[in-house]
Structure formats: C-alpha cells, structure tokens
C-alpha cells in the first residue's frame, strides 16, 4: 500500500466533508415528505432498477470477473423487483404501527446519513438493494464500493438515483466514492466521519471489522459457512437439484450457499450418485487434497480469494485434475476429524464438502461443528420432511436462517423461496459479532419511536359475598349448607359464650369440631397444628369466630388446608402492585367460609389480607382467594368486650378510613366507605364508651370497620399501618394501639405536599390534603381558622416542603383535632411514650423499626412517597407525648 | 415559492419582514436585493412556508454567509417545527443561529 501524503489526505478529507454534507442536507430535507411522496421515489427507482438489471450485471461481471452474469441479473431483479413486492405496501413514515392493545403506536425517525459498503461479490445488486431502502426509509447513502468492483457498482448508484430525482427525491441523497487508488482511504475517513450515522456494511470480514470499529452504530454481517444436513426422509432428486442451484448460483458467491454436506448414511450412495448424474464432479481422496491444496489459502486457512466465484472446470484445472466436460459443482468427502478439515471452510465457489452421518444426533452435531467453524450465526440448510428432526435441528443450530428444503443461497435472499425478507445483507447476530439475525432490510433502517399512550387502569372492587348485618343475624347460620363445621378461635371464645351462641345457630345434625388455640399473634406453626386437625375432622365449612387475629389466621388455615402443596413463604413475597406481582395464589377455594368478627376493628371478615407473626416482623398474604364468602356482622358479639379493646379497635378502623381515603389505590367505591365508617366511628365510640351496653351504637362501630374493611380490602393502607406493624411486632402492641400513636403525625405528613411524588398510574393527581379535608367536611368539622392565619402550624417542619401551607390546611387540622379528642375521650394512648416505651429502648430500636416499616408493603400506596429519613422523623415525632394539634 | 414584504422601523434600524409562501426551492431574488439594498435587518417569516429543497437550505447558508460579511442581520422568524426540524437535521450551525436555536452539532450523545 502506497504512503498517502498529507496533502492528498487533505484532498480526501474535503471530499468525505462534501459527500457526508451533501448526504446531510438531503437526509434533512428528507424528513419532510410523506409516505405518497416516497413511495412514488421507490416506484420510480425499482422501475430503472429492473430496467437496467441485465446491464448491471454484465457490467459486474465483466469488472470483477466472478459468478455468473445471468445469475447476477437474478440477483438484481430480487434486489429490485422482489424487494418492491415485499415492501412497497409498508409504512415508513410517520405512525407505522398501532397496538390498540398496548395503548401505543410507532412513529418512524429516518437514521439520517448512512455510509453503504457495497462487495465486489454483488457489487450491483447490493447497491440496488440498499438504495430502494434508503429511500423507503428517508435516509441518504453514501456508497464506498469495492475498488474492484467500483465502476459498475457506482454506475447501479447513478442510475437509480437518477431515477429517484427524476422523482422528486432530494438531490444528493445518493452519493457514492469514485474509483481511485485512494479509495480505501477516504472509506475508512468516511467510517469515522461525525456526520455519518450508521454504517451499513455488507463486504469482506476486514471491512465489515472496520466499520464495528468505527465507533458508530453499524449492521455488518458475520462470515458464512452454511452446514445442510439431508436427512433420511429427505426427496433425494429433488434435494440434489436444489443443492445444485444453490450452490452454483453465482459460482458460489453467495455467503449463505451450501459448504459442507451433512448426510445421512441410508441416502449417502444415492444422493451422491444424483449428483453425479446430473454433471458433478465427486473427488476420490487424493483429489481431495488437491481441491483443498488449490481452493484454501495454506497461509490464512481461508479460502482463496482468487478462485471465488470461479466456475468448477477452472478450479478443477487450478488443481490439476482433468475433466473433458462441463462441470456444475465439485463434491469432496471430507474424511477423518471434520472440525480440522481443511475444506471444513467458507468456500465461496462452487466446492462443496459432505459427510455420511449414522443418526439425528451425529447429524446435529456435525452441522455444529461446521456452524461453529467460522459461520455461527448465518445461515444452515435442511432437507427433511421429519417436522420433529427440522426442530431439534433448528433448535441446536445457531444461524439467522434455517433453509428448510430450498437452496440455502437463494432461499437466504427471502422473498423467492419463502418469505423472509428480501436481502443482500445477512444478520448473524452476537455470534458473528452483529447487532441482529434478521435478513437486515428497511425494517433496519429506521428509529423507531414508541408513543405509549398511559395505560388504563381497571379498578376493581372485591368483597365478602354475603354480608348478614344487624343484631342477631348470626342466626343465618341455621341456612348455612353445611354438614361437617370446623370452629376456628381463641380460648376467650367458649369463656364469652361465643362458641354456644355459634353451635346453637348451625343447622340440626351439623357435626362441629373446635380449634381454639388461636392467640393475639398467630404464627405457621400454629396454623400447621389447625391444618393438621381439620385434616381429622374433614369439615365442609370453616366457621372463624374472633377477633381480626383469629379470621386472619382462619384465612391462611383454609388456604392450606385447600391446598397443602402451597408455600408461605412464596405467597408472602413483597410486591409493588397487585397486578404485577409474581405469587400466584388458587382461583378457587374448595371449603366454604364463614367470619364472625368479635371486635368492630379489622374488618378482615370482607378483606383478601391476612397477617402472620414471623418472629419480628409480620407478613401479609393478599388475595382474593382470601375473601371470606360469608360474613356475619352481629354486634351481640361484641357487646361484652372491655373498654380498652373497643378503643383500640375502632382506632384500627378510624385508620382504615382514613389511610384507605387518602391510599393511592382510592376510588370513588371505597371513598364512600371509608367516609360513611368515619362519620360512624366518630359518632359511635364516644355513645359505646359511655353507654358500653347499648347494642345500637355497637352495631354502629361494628358496620364501621366492616366498611372500612371494604375500603382497605380494595384500596389499602398506608404508612401509618407499616409503622404500627413495625412498632407492634418489636414491642408487642395490640395493633390498634400501635396504629393509634401515629395517627397524627401521619394525617399531618400526607398533608404536605409530598417531597417526593408517588409514581404510579392510577394516581395521576396528589389529592391527601383535600381527601384529608373531604373527610373533615363530611363528619361536620369547621375549618379551623387558626391554621390559615397563622401559617408556621405545621408542628414537624421535617414533614412539609418550604411553602407548602394549602388551602385545606384549615379542615386538615380541623381532622387532626377531631381525631386527638376522640383518642383522649377514649383514653387512647396518641404516642409511642404513652405506650409505656422506654425512651433508651424505642431510640435503639429505631434503625430495625425504620428497616421493617420501609420494607412494608402498606408504604406503597400511600399518597406520598415514604423516603427512609422521612419514616425515621416519623417514628421519633410520634414519641413525645401528644398537646392538641 | 411566492413572498410577502412588510416593512417595520424600530429606532434607526430599517427593518424588513419576508414571508416564505409555500415551498423554499430556490434563491429568493427579493430577499437578495434587500441585503444588497439599504436594510439593517431582514427577517424571513416562515409561518407559511410547507418545504425547503436542498437548494433552499444551500441558498440560506450562502445568504447568512453574505450578511454576515456586509454586517447585516438575518434573521428567521415564525418558522414551524417541520422547518425547524430540517435546520435540526441540516447540523448547519448559521441556520440554527438565524433560526435563535440551539446548535445542533455541539451536542454529543447522551443518555
């Protein structure tokens, strides 16, 4: 290679500038034509194409002196006119693709300038090809033919421009590098020029390197070395014909055409002899040697590039072996180590190796090691009419395209013999170092922009089946279907009379067994032991009579007592929303049940949760599946239940309604719940505590928390509940109570404008503050006026964004005041130091308390993005004793 | 291609206003003799020019080039995103300038 000198550098340099800004201008002012507009340019172009294709390929021929002239005519005409009738419906412009169902289309952005390489292999046909899709796609090209095949390939690039224009394409969309001795050069000026988009090359392995290490984006296509394995049950004739087109087309030049033979030893004598019949020339294996002596080069072990696309007889010739007839293609039996094989190779000539297999698997793992050889990732043929083998075979075989019974040339262009795209350029993804396996084609050639429309967001809403409300309803029971009833509950049950009042209501002759060792905190081992003994008892129905812990745990008791393969801890898995999550739970559940609630607070009775105590921390199971089918809202359950339970519980169902209101999974369903339970908790607990007999206002706090179960069963809580299960589970608290002491730090942190936003679809708004103040609204609350006027109110500046007073602050603290009179007329505990916790205990316990409430599912649908920093200020303000807001 | 002249004087400076109508494909002869002419400011309104040809694109480079050397202003006013959008493509620094874009070559990739 001759030295270039600075100034002839500089000569070059300008005219990359030049090519690259005429490309630059014209794929700018491409951006604007329409579909109509481009696909008249692609007509007209497709048109001269066709027209000149006979020409064309003489003049390829006669230029390079490789294939076959009237194959090469072939070759254009699939470049053109197979290439029009693949894409000339397709858009290529503007929205190209709708997805009703993802809620989204795709819009087409051109690449821009792109730098064709154009091999002297299909020095015309490649030119052709890549400028009808640069057209279609609206970018400009620029080619850098091969220095051997320059002329024809710029004379195919003139041509069909020139059509193009005549069109109404933008001038110099097509430029190409003239022939000249530094050709090579400003190509290689060109692979790194910045306003060069893309790299397109197809050509030989050095240049197709060059442009992957150019930097820029390229689709370059791996070397080739096409195994065909031809099965037992493969036509004979008629595979040996189109082994034959194949492999002659063009003298071999083309990289997806048959290199070695895989044959099945039943067919071997019969195939061979085929061959031969119509005019092969089959080596003995002295000839071998010589074939391999002539056609490899013993320097690189590659093929000889003087003999590619060179016709059988001038090889035979090259390799001393005399033939007095026309030869189509030489056959070699590749003898001993396959892999070693020195004609085990890419041999773009009309070579071709073959091997006599015993089995499916010897077959499959000869291809292999011709696939690995040196073509991982191109292309494999088949012949076989065993669906079965043409699987395995496709599965084990690496290539971009697996020919099945065609010739694997012709047939890896698309568009003649099956329907892959039409290409000249050949994907072989990550195994021949190429970003794509696809027969690369316009598809390629554009960016892709997705517009996602926001999805829909479908609201359900679940709950209990039938729900018996009113004093004295559990009389229902008498017409529950039911032979065999298993009694879940605690010890307390049998002491209160509960578990009478419940026998007495099954229906006559229902067998009953109990299991009443449920405690305030269930864990697995118990409900393994309750599990164990329905096992005995085999019931029909499962009657939970209790508190929240006992229905929960009654839950979790039937769902392995339904279904004994399942795994706590997999159906325990954390999850960010419900309809992404991974746990699968059962559709149905097979043994009926039936929830009593004894206590007017978790209204588990109507929820899909349930809780279970794992050692310090607690974990929830959500489901459907979960939901009891009957429930039984009687209030004579609860008409015995001290002062301190009944406080504690209605401030587990005061949170409910609110953490439930302000969730980011609200909706206009559960809103109305959670409101009407507030409105009824704040009316009935002061009438309950003060008249603790009246059977009306404890069915009222008994329909509240089945309300305001509804409305946490569909919408969830918040971070008030991660926090109480938190603090419950480390320090023992009841889990109202425990929810009670961070009541009001958290209505006031929801009530600022969060720090940090939620990011979830079905909370397109943050709304808590007036959620906050609709619910102050609708129990009869004033706005506080103190608030508006004196603005610095927020009692924890760590809580509020700098200027964040709002409009509902007023109604807000109205809430918050509300709710710390209610907690001190109930003599609820309002803060953690009111629990008795010592203050050395609660402040080495906070790290484990803000780690637990953090990993909480109940934080993720709260209204406000719960940072870590913000939980531990939420902790530490919910421990000093509480003055009225 | 047709234009529309208006003409506006802020202060000293004599100012003309030309309209684009439809398809930008050649040199405007008007717009030409305004720079030659006496006018410290010409802007080229294109509210209703549909397309720029590549001949539109080298003439407005050549023709910011020639202000630029004779110390008059050109400027592009009301020009829509399609337009917009091929000076974007063009990577013609003078252009985007003219246009009171940002230039489009300075920017690397970036994620």
Redesign the interface.
């Known amino acids: 290679m001759t030295a270039i000198s600075k100034e002839q550098e500089q000569i070059l340099t300008e005219r990359a500038h030049s090519l690259t800004r ?1 490309a ?6 491409f ?2 034509y329409s579909q109509a507009q481009v696909d008249r340019i692609v007509k007209a172009m497709t048109t001269c194409a066709i027209d000149n294709a006979a020409r064309l390929a003489r003049m390829a021929h006669e230029e390079t002196r490789m294939g076959v002239t009237e194959d090469k005519v072939l070759k254009n005409l699939v470049a053109s006119e197979f290439l029009y009738a693949q894409i000339k419906d397709k858009r290529t412009v503007g929205v190209i693709k709708e997805l009703p169902e993802l809620n989204m289309v795709e819009v087409a952005e051109p690449i ?1 300038v792109i730098l064709g390489l154009a091999p002297v292999t299909n020095p015309t046909s490649t030119v052709i090809f890549k400028s009808i899709c640069c057209a279609k796609t609206r970018n400009s090209i620029i080619f850098s033919p091969h220095l051997m095949a320059a002329e024809s390939s710029n004379l195919a690039a003139k041509l069909i421009y020139e059509a193009a224009l005549e069109a109404g394409a ?3 969309f097509i430029t190409w590098v003239d022939k000249s001795s530094r050709l090579r050069r400003l190509s290689e000026i060109l692979f790194a020029h ?2 060069v988009d893309l790299i397109f090359a197809t050509g030989g392995t050095q240049m197709v390197r060059a442009a992957y290490s150019s930097g820029k984006p390229a689709l370059g296509v791996g070397a080739g070395n096409t195994p065909v394995y031809v099965h037992k049950t493969a036509n004979v004739p008629s595979a040996a014909m189109e082994i034959i087109i194949s492999k002659t087309f063009d003298n071999g030049t083309e990289c997806p055409s048959e290199q070695t033979l895989i044959i099945d030893r039943e067919i071997v004598d019969e195939l061979i002899s085929e061959f031969r019949r119509c005019g092969c020339y089959i080596c003995d294996e002295a000839e071998v040697e010589k074939i391999a002596d002539a056609v490899i080069d013993a320097r690189t072990g590659g093929m000889n590039y003087r003999l590619v696309g060179q016709p059988a007889n001038l090889i035979l010739e090259q390799a001393g072996i005399k033939v007095d007839r026309h030869i189509k293609m030489i056959l070699c039996p590749l003898k001993g180590e396959l892999r070693l094989h020195r004609l085990a190779v890419e041999k773009l000539m009309p070579v071709l190796g073959y091997v006599a297999v015993d089995s499916v698997e010897e077959g499959i793992n000869r291809a292999l090691d011709i696939n690995y050889g040196g073509g991982t990732g191109h292309t494999a043929g088949i012949f076989c009419e065993d669906d079965g083998v043409i699987e395995r075979y496709a599965d084990a075989i690496n290539a971009g395209r697996i020919i099945v019974n065609s010739p694997s040339s012709i047939g890896g262009l698309g568009g003649v013999y099956n329907h892959l795209n039409t290409t000249l350029s050949f994907g072989c993804g990550t195994g021949g170092g190429n970003i794509t396996t696809d027969n690369v084609g316009i598809k390629n050639l554009l960016n892709y922009k997705r517009v996602p429309r926001r999805k829909n967001y479908v609201i359900s809403f679940q709950t209990t089946k039938n729900i018996y409300s009113n004093p004295g309803s559990i009389e229902h029971l008498k017409s529950l279907k039911c032979k065999n009833a298993f009694v879940i509950s605690s010890r307390s049950a049998s002491r209160r009379g509960h578990l009478s009042m419940v026998k007495e209501s099954l229906p006559e002759g229902c067998h009953v067994d109990v299991f009443s060792d449920i405690g305030t905190e269930p864990d697995f081992p118990t409900i393994q032991r309750a599990v164990q003994a329905m096992r005995l008892s085999k019931p029909d129905a499962i009657i939970a009579l209790g508190g929240g812990s006992v229905l929960d745990a009654a839950k979790i008791i039937r769902l392995f007592y339904d279904y004994p393969e399942l795994n706590v801890q997999e159906l325990a898995v954390n999850f960010l929303d419900f309809h992404h999550r991974m746990v699968e739970f059962p559709k149905d559940m097979r043994t009926q049940l039936v929830a009593i609630p004894t206590t007017s607070g978790t209204g588990s009775e109507v929820t899909p949760f349930a809780v279970l105590k794992d050692g310090f921390r607690k974990v929830s199971m959500i489901d459907e599946c979960m939901i009891p089918d009957v429930a039984i809202i009687d209030a004579q359950f609860t008409k015995s239940l001290p002062r301190e339970i009944t406080s504690d519980t209605a401030f587990d169902a005061l949170t409910h309604a609110l953490e439930s209101l302000v969730s980011t999974f609200s909706s206009d369903y559960t809103d109305g719940l959670a409101l009407e339970a507030l409105r009824l908790i704040f009316e009935a607990l002061p009438e309950t505590l003060k008249n603790p007999g009246s059977i009306l206002h404890r069915h009222k706090l008994h329909n509240a928390a089945t309300l305001a179960g509804m409305a946490i069963g569909n919408a969830s809580v918040g971070v008030n509940h991660a926090l109480a299960h938190a603090l419950g589970a480390r320090f023992d608290i009841p889990h109202g109570r425990a929810n009670g002491v961070f009541l009001l730090s958290t209505i006031e942190y929801n009530a600022q404008i969060p720090s940090k936003f939620v990011s979830i679809p079905c909370y397109p708004l943050w709304v808590a503050d007036r959620k906050y103040a609709r619910a102050a609204q609708f129990i009869g609350l004033k706005e506080e006026a103190q608030a508006v006027d004196s603005r610095p109110q927020v009692e924890n500046p760590h809580f509020a964004m700098e200027g964040s007073r709002g409009q509902y602050d007023g109604m807000v603290l109205a809430l918050r005041r509300a709710v710390y009179d209610l907690g001190r007329l109930a003599g609820q505990p309002l803060s953690v130091s009111e629990l008795g916790i010592d203050p050395a205990d609660y402040q080495a316990a906070l790290p484990e308390l803000v780690e637990t409430a953090f990993s909480d599912m109940s934080v993720r649908s709260n209204p406000r993005y719960c940072l870590a920093p913000e939980i531990l200020q939420l902790f530490q303000a919910a421990y000093a004793p509480r003055v009225r807001p | 291609m047709s234009t529309k002249k208006d003409e506006a004087k802020k202060s000293d400076k004599k100012i003309e206003r030309v309209r684009i109508m439809g398809s930008l494909e050649r040199a405007v002869d008007e717009i030409d003799r305004l720079l030659a002419g006496s006018t410290d400011e010409v802007e080229i309104d294109f509210s209703t020019c549909t ?5 539109g ?2 003439w407005l480079e050549e023709l910011l080039l020639r202000a630029d050397s004779v110390k008059r202003t050109v400027r592009f006013v009301n020009v829509p995103p ?1 337009i917009y ?7 013609i620094e003078s252009l985007m300038k003219a246009a009171g874009g940002v230039s489009s ?1 300075k920017l690397g990739p970036a994620c």
């Open positions: 005429q630059r201008l014209s794929a700018a002012v951006s604007q821009g933008p001038k110099g910045p306003e | 397309f720029i040809a590549v001949e694109l080298e399609t959008k091929v000076f974007k493509i063009s990577h070559t």
